[in-house]
Structure formats: C-alpha cells, structure tokens
C-alpha cells in the first residue's frame, strides 16, 4: 500500500471529519476535526486495509510560541553563512502551525501492513479536551496521563484520569510554555529555606 | 584539656580507623550512575580493598549513603526518609554531577543538588564518574571519617545560596 492512499483511504471514508493532510518521506499526516477522532480512530483500528493494532505514541504539542523565534541560520563549519541544503522536493507539505493553542498527536503502526500513519487532532486552549482511545487501545491509558500531567489536556472517557509522573502536590503543567523554566515545586524545602 | 589527652586522642585513632576500614554502604541508585557504581564494586576495580565491600539494602544497618543519580523532587522525600532512618555516625556521598549540582537537569522535576536537603560530606562529580574516582573520593571520606571526632559533633552544613525561586 503506497504512502497516499492510507490518506485517500480514510479521506474518502470521512470527508467531513479530516481538514487536511500532509506527508513527510513516506510519513503521512491526517488532521481532524476533533469531534471525528472516534469515528476515524475506531476505523483505523477495524478495517481491514489498515488495522492499526500498535498505538506508537501519543503525545501532545504547544504551539503558543511557535515561529517567535527569528529563522535559523545556517552556517558551514568555516562560520560562513551558507543557504540550506536542497530538500526532497516536498509535494504534499505541512500546511502550518494550527489555529489553536494544542493538538494532540497519535501514531499508529500496523503490524499486519508494516505501515505507518499519525493523526493530529486540534484542542482548543479554552476547553483542552478530547475523546480518549482508551477503550479502543487500552496502552493509551498512561500515555493519556501523561499528555494530562504535562499538557493539562484531559481526556473525556478515560478511566482513571491522574497524573502519572508528577506528584500529586504539583501545581500546574510543566511542558506548557506559559511554565516558567525556573519555577521549582519541591516536596523537600531546600535546607537553607527551611524554617527553625 | 581533657579531650585532647593521650587517652582519648588515641582512642579516637583506634576508633576512626576502625570505622573507615568498615564502611557499610547503602546505594541509592536511581540513574545510570549505578552502572558506574557496579563497575567500582566488582571484582575490577573491587571496592572492597577499602574495606566498603558490603552493602547494606537495609539504611538502618548502613554507615554511608551513596546517592547514585539524578533526585527528582518525587524522590527527594523518600531519599530523606532513608537518610533519617540511618543511625549515627553517617555520612553521605553525592555520586555523579546530578546528585552534586543537579547535572544539566534544570528544570521543574530535577533536586538542583542533594545537599539543598542534607548535608553532604564527600562529591564526587562527573556523568558518570570514573571508577577511579569514586575510589579517590572514596579515599577522600576515609580520612574524613579518620579526622573525625569521635567524641566531636559533627560540624552543621554550610548553607547553600539561593538560586532559584522556589
């Protein structure tokens, strides 16, 4: 099965749920709506030309301060400033940074069709919630708490909806960038600040 | 006067050299300083001609704390706890730059150096360490414990700066 089709697949089967695509050397790329992710996961998992069985990963993103940086430079080892290297013509590109503040994203293999696809699903920083996989994959229950520890993005189905690497006292949700990179949470105040 | 007397000082000798040739550690391995920290224990390098050959997996019957790799702050009061639990004379060794400084760990999960919650007699820095170097600070807390004071208190831990906000 070639690189485009699993995109078509889905597509055709769900015009209404995905909002666009893209592909990366082979890697494809689907971005839905968020109120199609179960339909479209329950597929992917179910028919036949897919049967995604293995949820890779499942992770999410801040886009908050995407692109605030200015462009990379690029420099050969002399320090003279030279233009990137060519690139693979890219035919099918990644439309951009999404609209929203989040998007959480899932990677699926299958083992049966040794093929690969990802699936984006955009959150809404005001209301940072999506349908759990759980019930669908259950290796998403952790990977879902993790997203919630880090991300602060919950999960509506999901079991049992904690944090998972943090501790329970901490305040807060470390990977987003609004996080401040020096605020220190710890359990043990440091002995100099400690108190008598 | 009376500290300083043949008697005691000699006792004190026999005592500190007693103690630094029967060092029972408690490795609390959480990184992969621990592999570094095996490699020093085995036959190679074989820490036990330093008379440290015996670790204790009990704190209560341990002498020295070897912390071994990166405390996050999840850990750091179960790392407390066992630091309590050992009795007098105790002394801790920070293994490796996470446990010295907190590595290149900085950031919200990391304990920025374990002696901001105790105090730390020897460190031995380096990611990881050579075994060499865990034997020179292994050395290094030998004569300590020699030096030390049987009848003394231990002197208090010199408080670390404030670097960050807490």
């Known amino acids: 099965m070639n690189s485009v089709s699993l995109i078509d697949l889905v597509t ?4 209404d749920a995905v909002t666009s695509s893209h592909t990366w050397r082979g890697d494809q790329t689907l971005v839905l709506r968020p109120e199609g992710l179960l339909a479209v996961a ?19 993103v801040d886009y908050s301060t995407f692109d605030n940086a200015a462009a990379p430079a690029f420099f ?7 233009k990137p290297v060519s690139r693979v013509p ?3 590109p990644w439309p951009g940074p999404p609209e929203t503040r989040f998007v959480v994203a899932y990677h699926f293999y299958s083992l049966q069709h040794k093929h690969r696809l990802r699936l984006i699903v955009p959150v809404d920083q005001r209301q940072p919630e999506v349908e759990s996989l759980t019930p669908l994959w259950p290796g998403a229950n952790w990977l879902e708490r993790e997203v919630w520890d880090m991300f602060g993005i919950r999960f509506r189905g999901h079991p049992d909806l904690r944090r998972i690497l943090m501790y329970d006292e901490f305040e807060g949700h470390p990977l987003r960038k609004d996080y401040s990179v020096n605020k220190r949470q710890p ?8 108190k008598g | 006067m009376i500290n300083e007397s043949f008697l005691t000082s000699r006792l004190d000798a026999a005592v500190g050299w007693a103690r630094k040739y029967s060092i029972f550690q408690y490795p609390f391995v959480t990184a992969c300083c621990g592999m570094e920290y095996m490699a020093t224990a085995c036959s190679h390098y074989d820490v036990d001609r330093f008379g440290a050959g015996l670790p204790r997996f009990s704190p209560r019957q341990a002498d020295v704390l070897f912390v071994v790799g990166t405390i996050s702050q999840k850990m750091a009061p179960v790392l407390t706890k066992i630091h309590a639990q050992m009795a007098e004379p105790k002394w801790v060794v920070a293994f490796g730059v996470c446990t010295c400084t907190g590595g290149f760990y900085d950031n919200y999960a990391t ?20 075994p060499e170097m865990v034997l020179d600070g292994l050395m290094k807390l030998q004569n300590k414990i020699q030096d030390e004071h049987t009848t003394g208190n231990r002197p208090a831990p010199e408080p670390r700066p404030e670097t960050f906000e807490v």
């Not at chain 1, 055709?12 to 015009?15: C, R, V, Y």
């Not at chain 1, 597929?43 to 897919?50: G, I, T």
């Not at chain 2, 920025?112 to 730390?120: E, L, N, S």
């Open chain 2, 111 to 130: 304990v920025m150096g374990i002696d901001t919650i105790m105090p730390v007699d020897v460190y031995i820095p380096g990611c990881p360490p050579r």
């Open chain 1, 12 to 15: 055709e089967h769900f015009p």
């Open chain 1, 76 to 82: 050969a080892s002399s320090g003279v400033a030279v």
């Open chain 1, 90 to 92: 890219d035919e099918h």
């Open chain 1, 42 to 60: 329950g597929f992917v998992k179910d028919a036949p030309e897919l049967s995604m069985g293995f949820l890779m990963d499942l992770t999410a």
């Open chain 1, 187 to 194: 359990l043990v105040q440091p002995i100099n600040q400690q």
